[in-house]
C-alpha cells in the first residue's frame, strides 16, 4: 500500500456530485453551427487554415499550432465553413474573440483516418508529433497544451506519471463517468503516455469518493504495472502540486515544473484522448462535460462536440431560464460566470453549472478583513492569504512577490472560508496581472530605451560625417584656390568661385 | 630613534599623522582613478524608471535627458506618461517627497495610445518617420508608411508633422490576449450598514 501523505489546508465543500451521475454519458448530437476559438487555451493558438465556403469532413484540420505552444483545431463534424470572425467565447473577460463557424450538415462525414498499430513501435518524438498533430490541449480545465507538458527536457528522467483523475471540485463529474465508462481506454491511454516518457512508475490518483470509477480502474489495470491510488476527499487534492505532494512526498519548487522533480501529471479526459488520438488516428473532437445545476431538468455527462454553442446545448438539457441565477463554465470554486450563452464549448469545459439561487447564493458584500486566520489555515500551498490581501489592496507589488504571490494556485479555498465574504482570490488575480503588466511595460520601456539610443546614435554619425564631407570640401576647395596661384585666404576662395560660375554661364550661353 | 620622540613628542606625532595622510591620501587617489565610475549613476537609476516614452513633454529632448536634469535637481513631476506611479517611485529612489503631477506639462493618460496612419490619406512625406524618437514608422519617401504598433511608444511627436493629418492616436483595442483581471471594488461595509 502506498502511504499517501497530506497537504496543508483544504476545505470540504458539499460535493453534489451526485446529480449529474445518474445515467450514462449521453451525446449532446450535432447542432446546426459549431464555432470554434481560435485560441481555446493557455498556448498561443492557431492560424485558420480554411476558407468560408469551404466544405469539411469531419477531423479535418482547420487550423494550425501558431508557434511551439499552439494546439491545432479540427472539424468537429462535417459541414461547411460559414465565416471565420470575432465571436463570443466563454471568457472571464466576456471579450470576442476570432472563430471558425462552421454549418453542420449532419452527415458526419468522417475524412480518412487511422492509427497506430503498435505504439510500442513508435519513437517518443513521433509518438509526441500524434498528440500534437491530435490538438490535444489540457482537459482539465487550465488548457495548457498536452504535447509541450509531455516533452520533457531529456536531462530531467521522468520517474513518475501521475494520471490525475482527481476531479475534487465539487458538481464536475465528467472523469467519473469516464472512469465508470472507458476505464480500459483509459489505462490504454496512460500506457502510451508512460511508454512515451519512460515512466519508472505509473499513478493514477482519484479521490475515494469515487469508488465505481476506483473499481473500473483496478478492474481494467490488472496485469500491467499502473497502480490506482485513492485517498480521502478534500479541495482541492486534484491540484497538481497538491496531487504531486500527496502520492510522492515531493513538493514542487516555487516557480518550478513538476518536470523538475521528475514528475509529469496528465488528467484522465486528456490521457482518453492521446488514446483515442494514437489507436484510433482521431483527433481531439469532443469531450464529456458535465452540465448540471437546479436550473437544468436532465443534469448529467454529455458528450459534446468543441465548439457546440451553450444556448443550444442548453436547451438539449432541459434549461429552464426563469430558474438560473448564475451560468457558470467549470466547478463552483474556479469557474467563472458565462455573460453570453452565444459562447461555445471547448476543449477546456470541465462543467457548465446554471444554478439557482437557493443553490449557489450570489455573495453577500464584504466585510472588513477580522485578521481570524482562517484563510491561511485552508491555504494548500502555505500561503499568508490576509497579507496578499493587505498588499493587493495596497498595491503593494514588490511585497506581493515577496511573500510568493505567484505560487497561489487560485483553488478559493481561502474566500470560501472567510467569514468577511471577501473575494480574495479577485485580489490576487488583480494582483497577478498588474506585476505582469508592469513588467511588461518595464520590458517595453527597455526596448524603447534601446531604440531611441540606437537612433540618436544614427543621427549623430550622419552629422559627424556630414561634418567631415564639409571639411574634406573646403579643404579640396583652398587647394584649387592655391593652385589658381591665391593665397589660400577666404577671398580668393570666393573669387574663385565666382570666376568658376562666370565661365560656367558663359558655355551656357553659347 | 625612540629617545628623539621622546625628547619631541609633539613633533613625533606631527610626523606621524602626517605619514598616514600621504599614506591613505595615495591609496584613495589610487582607487579614485582605478575605480572611477562612468556617467552619472543616480541619472542611470532614474533613467531605469522613466517610461521611455520619448515624448518630450517634460520640456527635454527625450527621457535620458530629463533623467540627467533630475539627477541635478530638477523636479520630479514632469512626466505625464508615467504619471503617479512613476512620481512615487522616484519620490523612493531620491528620498523626496512625492508631488502631485504637474499639469503644465499635460495629463496622465488612462490608458497608452498607439498611433495609427490612415493609409490610404498618407502622401509619403517621411516627415513622421524623421520626427519618431523610436523608429517606430516605416516607410520611404513618396510610399505608404506605417507605425510597427508593438513598438510605438504613444508619445504623439508624429501627430503634430504630418502636413495631411492622417495620424490618429487610439487605444489599444482590448482583447482576450491582453485583458487582465481587475481589483473587485471596494464594498466594504459594517454591520450597522446592513439594517439600512
Known amino acids: 500500500m502506498r502511504k499517501i501523505r497530506d497537504f496543508h489546508g483544504g476545505v470540504h465543500p458539499p460535493e453534489n456530485k451526485a446529480q449529474s451521475l445518474h445515467g450514462p454519458i449521453r451525446p449532446a448530437g450535432i447542432p446546426p453551427q459549431l464555432i470554434i476559438p481560435l485560441s481555446q487555451s493557455y498556448g498561443s493558438g492557431a492560424v485558420a487554415l480554411v476558407e468560408p465556403g469551404q466544405h469539411v469532413a469531419k477531423g479535418e484540420q482547420i487550423a494550425r499550432a501558431e508557434g511551439l505552444s499552439g494546439v491545432p483545431e479540427h472539424?468537429?463534424?462535417?459541414?461547411?465553413?460559414?465565416?471565420?470572425?470575432?465571436?463570443?467565447?466563454?471568457?472571464?473577460?466576456?471579450?470576442?474573440?476570432?472563430?471558425?463557424?462552421?454549418?453542420?450538415?449532419?452527415?458526419?462525414?468522417?475524412?480518412?483516418?487511422?492509427?497506430?498499430?503498435?505504439?510500442?513501435?513508435?519513437?517518443?518524438?513521433?509518438?509526441?508529433?500524434?498528440?500534437?498533430?491530435?490538438?490535444?490541449?489540457?482537459?482539465?480545465?487550465?488548457?495548457?497544451?498536452?504535447?509541450?507538458?509531455?516533452?520533457?527536457?531529456?536531462?530531467?528522467?521522468?520517474?513518475?506519471?501521475?494520471?490525475?483523475?482527481?476531479?475534487?471540485?465539487?458538481?464536475?463529474?465528467?472523469?467519473?463517468?469516464?472512469?465508470?465508462?472507458?476505464?480500459?481506454?483509459?489505462?490504454?491511454?496512460?500506457?502510451?503516455?508512460?511508454?512515451?516518457?519512460?515512466?519508472?512508475?505509473?499513478?493514477?490518483?482519484?479521490?475515494?469518493?469515487?469508488?465505481?470509477?476506483?473499481?473500473?480502474?483496478?478492474?481494467?489495470?490488472?496485469?500491467?504495472?499502473?497502480?490506482?491510488?485513492?485517498?480521502?476527499?478534500?479541495?482541492?487534492?486534484?491540484?497538481?502540486?497538491?496531487?504531486?505532494?500527496?502520492?510522492?512526498?515531493?513538493?514542487?519548487?516555487?516557480?518550478?515544473?513538476?518536470?523538475?522533480?521528475?514528475?509529469?501529471?496528465?488528467?484522465?479526459?486528456?490521457?482518453?484522448?492521446?488514446?483515442?488520438?494514437?489507436?484510433?488516428?482521431?483527433?481531439?473532437?469532443?469531450?464529456?462535460?458535465?452540465?448540471?445545476?437546479?436550473?437544468?431538468?436532465?443534469?448529467?455527462?454529455?458528450?459534446?462536440?468543441?465548439?457546440?454553442?451553450?444556448?443550444?446545448?442548453?436547451?438539449?438539457?432541459?434549461?429552464?431560464?426563469?430558474?438560473?441565477?448564475?451560468?457558470?463554465?467549470?466547478?463552483?470554486?474556479?469557474?467563472?460566470?458565462?455573460?453570453?450563452?452565444a459562447a461555445p464549448i471547448t476543449k477546456t469545459s470541465t462543467c457548465l453549472l446554471a444554478s439557482t439561487e437557493t443553490e449557489l447564493p450570489s455573495p453577500p458584500p464584504a466585510q472588513p478583513c477580522i485578521r481570524c486566520g482562517f484563510c491561511s489555515e485552508a491555504c494548500p500551498v502555505k500561503l499568508l492569504p490576509q497579507q496578499l490581501y493587505w498588499f493587493a489592496r495596497g498595491k503593494e507589488y514588490e511585497k506581493l512577490e515577496d511573500h510568493h504571490l505567484f505560487d497561489c494556485i487560485e483553488c478559493g479555498a481561502c474566500s470560501y472560508v472567510c467569514p468577511s465574504n471577501i473575494p480574495l482570490v479577485q485580489y490576487y488575480r488583480a494582483g497577478k496581472a498588474q506585476i505582469l503588466e508592469l513588467r511588461d511595460e518595464h520590458e517595453r520601456a527597455e526596448r524603447s530605451r534601446v531604440r531611441f539610443e540606437a537612433r540618436q546614435e544614427r543621427i549623430e554619425k550622419i552629422a559627424l560625417a556630414r561634418q567631415e564631407k564639409r571639411a574634406q570640401r573646403k579643404a579640396a576647395a583652398e587647394q584649387r584656390a592655391r593652385e589658381a596661384g591665391g593665397d589660400g585666404s577666404e577671398q580668393d576662395l570666393i573669387q574663385a568661385a565666382i570666376a568658376r560660375s562666370r565661365a560656367r554661364r558663359k558655355e551656357q550661353t553659347r | 630613534m625612540y629617545e628623539l620622540f621622546s625628547q619631541y613628542p609633539f613633533t613625533a606625532a606631527m610626523l606621524a599623522l602626517v605619514g598616514l595622510g600621504l599614506v591613505f591620501g595615495a591609496v584613495l587617489g589610487y582607487a579614485a582613478v582605478k575605480f572611477k565610475t562612468e556617467g552619472n549613476p543616480i541619472a542611470d537609476q532614474v533613467n531605469d524608471i522613466l517610461p521611455q516614452t520619448q515624448c518630450g513633454q517634460c520640456g527635454y529632448p527625450g527621457c535620458r535627458p530629463y533623467a540627467e536634469a533630475i539627477a541635478n535637481g530638477e523636479a520630479i513631476n514632469r512626466c505625464p506618461p508615467g504619471g503617479e506611479t512613476t512620481i512615487a517611485q522616484l519620490a523612493d529612489l531620491l528620498g523626496v517627497e512625492a508631488i502631485p503631477l504637474d499639469d503644465e506639462h499635460g495629463e496622465e493618460q488612462p490608458a497608452p495610445l498607439v498611433a495609427y496612419i490612415r493609409e490610404d490619406e498618407c502622401i509619403g512625406c517621411t516627415k513622421c518617420i524623421q520626427a519618431c524618437p523610436v523608429d517606430a514608422i516605416l516607410g520611404a519617401a513618396k510610399r505608404m508608411h506605417t507605425v510597427i504598433a508593438s513598438e510605438c511608444t504613444g508619445c504623439d511627436l508624429c501627430v503634430e508633422p504630418c502636413p495631411v493629418d492622417c495620424i490618429d492616436m487610439l487605444p489599444e483595442p482590448s482583447s482576450v490576449r491582453n485583458w487582465r483581471w481587475e481589483m473587485p471594488a471596494p464594498a466594504e461595509i459594517i454591520a450597522t450598514d446592513r439594517a439600512a
Open chain 1, 75 to 341: 472539424a468537429p463534424s462535417s459541414g461547411r465553413v460559414a465565416a471565420i470572425e470575432e465571436r463570443s467565447i466563454a471568457h472571464p473577460s466576456g471579450l470576442p474573440a476570432t472563430c471558425i463557424v462552421l454549418d453542420t450538415d449532419g452527415r458526419d462525414e468522417w475524412i480518412a483516418h487511422h492509427g497506430a498499430e503498435d505504439f510500442r513501435q513508435l519513437e517518443p518524438a513521433a509518438l509526441l508529433d500524434l498528440i500534437r498533430n491530435a490538438g490535444i490541449s489540457g482537459m482539465g480545465g487550465a488548457g495548457f497544451p498536452a504535447a509541450v507538458k509531455l516533452s520533457v527536457n531529456p536531462a530531467n528522467r521522468i520517474e513518475t506519471l501521475i494520471i490525475n483523475g482527481t476531479e475534487c471540485e465539487p458538481y464536475i463529474t465528467a472523469d467519473q463517468a469516464l472512469m465508470r465508462e472507458c476505464s480500459v481506454e483509459i489505462i490504454g491511454g496512460a500506457e502510451i503516455l508512460a511508454h512515451l516518457l519512460g515512466a519508472k512508475e505509473t499513478l493514477i490518483g482519484v479521490e475515494d469518493n469515487k469508488p465505481k470509477g476506483i473499481a473500473a480502474l483496478r478492474r481494467a489495470a490488472q496485469g500491467s504495472a499502473i497502480e490506482i491510488v485513492s485517498f480521502p476527499a478534500k479541495y482541492p487534492s486534484g491540484g497538481e502540486k497538491q496531487l504531486i505532494e500527496m502520492l510522492t512526498g515531493k513538493q514542487v519548487p516555487s516557480n518550478g515544473l513538476p518536470a523538475d522533480i521528475q514528475v509529469v501529471c496528465q488528467n484522465t479526459s486528456t490521457t482518453l484522448a492521446v488514446y483515442r488520438a494514437v489507436h484510433q488516428g482521431e483527433p481531439l473532437l469532443s469531450r464529456v462535460t458535465t452540465v448540471t445545476g437546479e436550473a437544468v431538468t436532465r443534469p448529467g455527462n454529455y458528450e459534446i462536440l468543441n465548439g457546440t454553442p451553450i444556448d443550444w446545448l442548453l436547451q438539449q438539457v432541459g434549461f429552464r431560464q426563469e430558474h438560473c441565477s448564475r451560468l457558470i463554465m467549470g466547478g463552483p470554486m474556479m469557474g467563472f460566470t458565462v455573460t453570453n450563452v
